[in-house]
Nanobody, 123 residues
Framework: VQLVESGGGPVQAGGSLRLSCAASGRTFTNWRMGWFRQEPGKEREFVGSITWNGATTNYAESVQGRFTISRDHTNQILYLQMNNLKPEDTAVYYC?????????????????WGRGTQVTVSS
């Protein structure tokens, strides 16, 4: 399984970015996809997740209403649309995937990770 994130970069507060995660190496039926983020010196935290069939999405409270997860089922691409960005959203954003076992908010529930893409929000 390979996950490759893209779309990060600098943005001003209030702006938008769309992150992409190209997934390959298997079919992801009955798997879930997640986005996490990590600031220097802090633990990696859950941002949101989606079941591969798209039926269920979940978000961290800190991004609820501002971020939206979607996926292109045919091309196996996961997206994270981020609107109304705040300086506290600055972090490296990681895409992750794994079978639907365990809690979707826990890092341990995901067995495969991308290398991350930096998002920097300036005030």
């Amino acid at each position: 399984v390979q996950l490759v994130e893209s779309g990060g970069g600098p943005v001003q507060a209030g702006g938008s970015l769309r992150l992409s995660c190209a997934a390959s190496g298997r079919t992801f039926t009955n798997w879930r996809m997640g986005w996490f983020r990590q600031e220097p010196g802090k633990e990696r935290e859950f941002v949101g997740s989606i079941t591969w069939n798209g039926a269920t999405t979940n978000y961290a409270e800190s991004v609820q209403g501002r971020f939206t997860i979607s996926r292109d089922h045919t091309n196996q691409i996961l997206y994270l649309q981020m609107n109304n960005l705040k300086p506290e959203d600055t972090a490296v954003y990681y895409c992750a995937t794994g079978p639907m076992r365990g809690s979707n908010v826990r890092r341990e529930s995901y067995g495969y990770w991308g290398r991350g893409t930096q998002v920097t929000v300036s005030s």
